[in-house]
Nanobody, 115 residues
Framework: QVQLVESGGGLAQPGESLRLSCKAS????????MKWYRQAPGEQRDLVAT???????NYTDSVKGRFAISRDNIWRTLYLQMNSLEPEDTAVYYC?????????WGKGTLVTVSS
């Protein structure tokens, strides 16, 4: 059974940092491409960052230079370091992967950026 469990969300002021984690189980983590998505209130769910099995990363333009995705294959954990947070980053953040043709999501962690 594949499970993705996010943590690390919370309230931050503009300019502050947060680090999200996603613990994976039920997959061979080191062979999985992992992604972070986010969904702001009333908006669609959008891709934020992707990390491949070789640790290469891609980001949506709005977070480039501020966010960093990483992975720890030993602990089967995906991370998203979020720096210089802006109110526009407020959203529920979801961990995502595809495994054997099926897509899996975590339940999400809420990030609120407000002064």
């Amino acid at each position: 059974q594949v499970q993705l469990v996010e943590s690390g969300g919370g309230l931050a002021q503009p300019g502050e940092s947060l680090r999200l984690s996603c613990k994976a189980s039920g997959i061979n983590f080191k062979l999985a491409v992992m992604k972070w998505y986010r969904q702001a209130p009333g908006e669609q769910r959008d891709l934020v960052a992707t990390i491949s099995t070789d640790h290469s990363a891609n980001y949506t333009d709005s977070v480039k230079g501020r966010f960093a995705i990483s992975r720890d294959n030993i602990w089967r954990t995906l991370y998203l370091q979020m720096n210089s947070l802006e109110p526009e980053d407020t959203a529920v953040y979801y961990c995502n992967t595809k495994w054997y043709g099926r897509e899996f999501w975590g339940k999400g962690t809420l990030v609120t950026v407000s002064s």
